[in-house]
């Protein structure tokens, strides 16, 4: 059951341009979301999180957008760096720490 | 400051095996838990803890076991390892039970069973 869904396994952008990743849900009791990122042989790092009361945060390059009607939210980078090259992992919580669902990943690739 | 620490970090076992995954944190972080990856798959949470001396379920516990006995480590243990359980193994911890603190995750341990 994949209850949090990241349909594209890849996406790749040039420096400079913007990335656009996108991340799907389906439980309605999802109230707070966040995106990882993750480099090889190493652990996801926590990058930026939205709770369902609000529709965007910002972090520097960095914001995701949250549209409760669709359950869909977004992460976007701009501008997109080489060092962003990165899996990008979206979670979603019920309202405590204890069941935080991940999707499969994007796999970004920012071209110099 | 280490974070989170997970030993070893590549694994090869022989199926009906059994081996503990080791996961340590010096964050003083009473939350834990274990994660597995399958390749095109999210994580999913095998069993977490919120506190020493307090362990429950996930959503894939099967063939798997925890314990916690400190604050600092929550080691995971695979008894009769089948090929099933091949997979990248990922310990996380965090503060609290507000989602707002995120998780710290180790940098995983990759288990081969044959």
């Known amino acids: 059951d994949q209850q949090v869904k990241q349909n594209s396994p890849s996406l790749s952008v040039q420096e400079g341009r913007i990335s656009i990743l996108n991340c799907d849900y389906t439980?309605?009791?999802?109230?707070?979301f966040l995106w990882y990122k993750k480099y090889p042989a190493e652990g996801p790092t926590f990058l930026i999180s939205i709770s369902s009361i609000k529709d965007k945060n910002e972090d520097g390059r960095f914001t995701v957008f949250l549209n409760k009607s669709a359950k869909h939210l977004s992460l976007h980078i701009v501008p997109s760096q080489p060092g962003d090259s990165a899996v990008y992992f979206c979670?979603?919580?019920?309202?405590?720490?204890?069941?935080?669902?991940f999707g499969a990943g994007t796999r970004l690739t920012v071209k110099p | 400051n280490a974070g989170v620490t997970q030993t070893p970090k590549f694994r090869i076992l022989k199926i009906g095996q059994s081996m503990t995954l080791q996961c340590t944190q010096d964050m003083n972080h009473n939350y834990m838990y274990w994660y597995r990856q399958d390749p095109g798959m999210g994580l999913k949470l095998i069993y977490y803890?919120?506190?020493?001396?307090?362990?429950d379920k996930g959503e894939v516990p099967n063939g798997y076991n925890v314990s916690r006995s400190t604050t600092e480590d929550f080691p995971l243990r695979l008894e009769l390892a089948a090929p099933s359980q091949t997979s990248v193994y990922f310990c996380?911890?965090?503060?609290?039970?507000?989602?707002?603190?995120?998780?710290?995750f180790g940098s995983g341990t990759r288990l081969t069973v044959v």
């Open positions: 803890s919120v506190g020493a001396g307090i362990t």
């Open positions: 979670a979603a919580s019920a309202g405590n720490n204890n069941d935080m669902r």
């Open positions: 996380a911890s965090s503060y609290g039970q507000d989602p707002n603190y995120g998780y710290t």
């Open positions: 439980n309605s009791m999802f109230d707070y």
